[in-house]
Structures are given as structure tokens and as C-alpha cells.
């Protein structure tokens, strides 16, 4: 089961960016972007949460206020991010809980190295990201967003892109109906079950020779979808 990042970030342009970086590197991310929506999700949906990525300056507060309701309930691993780059407000947000402090700009890189680090010194295993797959001419680069077929371009929309690439990340193993619901559409889609053979047909009519008879999308009768395992052979 992929991680749960919270991303809380009120910058729209940097929450799309980091929020596609970070799912290309396995992870399932939920976003909120202003202190309503993170109180909110706290509420409904943080038992949930493995790792949260959280903005100091929000439109309607700070962000230091979401640091002390995770610290009074749970205890999850907390980056904050922030262009303000004082020593003593770093100083008192670790010492207020917070594992790491990240300032403006940073490069994605460096966020993925300390999320891995903060998500280790809590006793998480983390597993390499697949972000490329190759098999029957059939290739998908995570990272550049590409997925191409006997070396041409083959143009999917965003839901079938992310379909797809949450298969490749577990390439060769089943994963559930309602993983797959779950890591594309959200929790609340969980029973939507047509969504899945509705895109997955839309997939297959464009990446299997024989839509009918697929060799790289299978169907696991009653349990859910899997991608053939990486190779050359059919």
C-alpha cells in the first residue's frame, strides 16, 4: 500500500508541482491549501496520514497551529516548508515538534532525500520508486510524465495516466479494486468499481494489440488489475 503524503501548501502552482513529483515517487498525496481545509482533513481523514509536508504562511493563519494538533494526536513525521529562513523560528518549530524545516526555494531532490529521512527515523521501510517500465514495446517513464508504444507517443489523459503508472509502480503483482480506487479517485470512490472497467478498457484499447485479449493489462476475476512484470518477452 502506497504512503499517504499531506501536502499543505496555499501556492497553487507549487502544490501541482510538488504534489506530481511526489506521487511520481510512489506515494499517495492529499493537499489542502489554506488552514480551514487542513483542520478539516485532520478531522476526516489523518488517521491516515504517514508523512505531512506543511507551509508555514497560509492565507488564513499559520501553519505552526496544524503542527500542534498533529503533536497533541498523532505521531506522524512534519516538514515544514516556508521562505522564511530565521534561525530562531526554525529553533522553536523543531523544538515545537516539527522533524525537519525546509526554506524556499528548494529543489525536489533535496525534499525527497529529507522526506525519506524523516519517514526512516520513524522505523518506515521504504522501498526504491519504480519510475520506469518497459515490456512488449510498451514504455512508461514515470518521471517524464511519457508513455510511448514501439517508440511512439501514446497520449492518455490525466486519470489514465494515473492509472496506469499506479500499476507500473507494482508491476507483476495484483493490486485491489479498492487500492486502485482509493490511490486514483480517493477514498470516497471506493465502491465505484465501473470507474475501473471503463478505464481500463480505455488502456487496453490503446496499448494491447487485441483489446479483447490482452497480454500486458490483466483482469484478476473478483480481486482487481495487475501489469505484466518488466521484460522483453510476451
Partial sequence: MSLCVWLVEDDRDLRATLREVIEVEGYRVITSATLADAQAVLTHAGAGIDL?????????????????????????????????????????????????????????????????????????????????????????????????????TVHLTPTEFKLLARLARSAGQVVTHRQLLTDVWGNEFVEHTHYLRLYMGQLRAKLEADSAEPCLLLTEPGVGYRLMEPGNAG
Fill in 52 to 152: 505531512v509536508l506543511l507551509d508555514l504562511g497560509l492565507p488564513d493563519g499559520e501553519g505552526e497551529a496544524v503542527l500542534a494538533l498533529l503533536r497533541r494526536e498523532r505521531n506522524v513525521p512534519v516538514i515544514m516548508i516556508s521562505a522564511r529562513d530565521d534561525d530562531g523560528q526554525k529553533i522553536r518549530l523543531l523544538d515545537a515538534g516539527a522533524d525537519d524545516y525546509l526554506v524556499k526555494p528548494f529543489s525536489v531532490g533535496e525534499l525527497l532525500a529529507r522526506m525519506r529521512v524523516a519517514l526512516r527515523h520513524r522505523g518506515t521501510r521504504l522501498q526504491a520508486a519504480v519510475t520506469h517500465y518497459q515490456r512488449n514495446g510498451l514504455e512508461i517513464d514515470l518521471a517524464a510524465h511519457r508513455v510511448a508504444l514501439h517508440g511512439e
